[in-house]
Structures are given as structure tokens and as C-alpha cells.
Nanobody, 120 residues
């Protein structure tokens, strides 16, 4: 069972930046797909970004609401994924959770989540 631990959440003013990190317990095999979800009060869980390893190339996808502001990256050797969040808006406030899988286009393992709060 893969364990995922997120860090980097906190309180920031509108227009500010935060960088989230997620470290996986897996040490011997690459977690092909890693990504970030978020859930705000009263709203459904939303896939923010995902990144899939293609060997020597990583493929990233973003929700329209964050495209141009957020950047997802990963370290394949360490099975660690990051989310750089710039130009934060109050509507970005949510619990952000890390997810991963050994396969493409799916998530099997989940972290506990980290709170991101953006004030106006």
C-alpha cells in the first residue's frame, strides 16, 4: 500500500503563491500517474492537475480554472510531485489532496490533504 504525504499548504493573500509537495513511500517502482485534487466547501471534488511519466517525457494536464497560474512537476526517481500555485484567488481556497497510480489515467492511492486558504 502506497502512502502519500502532502505539505506546503497555508494561508496566503490574493495574488500570492504557494508550493505544495507530495512524497510517496514507494522506492522501487515509478508511480506513472500523480496529481492533485481539491475540494471546496459545498462543491464537488475537482481534478486540478495531473502529470504522467512517459519514460523520458512527462505529460501534464490542468483544469481550465488554474491553467496559466498553476504548474505541476515531478521527480520520477523520488516519486514526488509538486504543485506551484501563483496568482492565487479566493476561489482557490480548498483542501488539496495528492493522488497517484502505477497506471495511466487513474488514481489508486490518496493522501490526507492540506488546507489552502486565500484571503482577499
Amino acid at each position: 500500500q502506497v502512502q502519500l504525504v502532502e505539505s506546503g499548504g497555508g494561508l496566503v493573500q490574493a495574488g500570492g503563491s504557494l508550493r505544495l509537495s507530495c512524497a510517496a513511500s514507494e522506492r522501487n517502482f515509478v508511480l506513472k500517474t500523480m496529481g492533485w485534487y481539491r475540494q471546496a466547501p459545498g462543491k464537488q471534488r475537482e481534478l486540478v492537475a495531473r502529470i504522467t511519466s512517459g519514460g523520458n517525457t512527462n505529460y501534464a494536464n490542468y483544469a481550465d480554472s488554474v491553467k496559466g497560474r498553476f504548474t505541476i512537476s515531478r521527480d520520477n526517481a523520488k516519486n514526488t510531485v509538486y504543485l506551484q500555485m501563483n496568482g492565487l484567488k479566493p476561489e482557490d481556497t480548498a483542501v488539496y489532496s495528492c493522488a497517484a497510480s502505477y497506471a495511466a489515467d487513474k488514481f489508486d492511492y490518496w493522501g490526507q490533504g492540506t488546507q489552502v486558504t486565500v484571503s482577499s
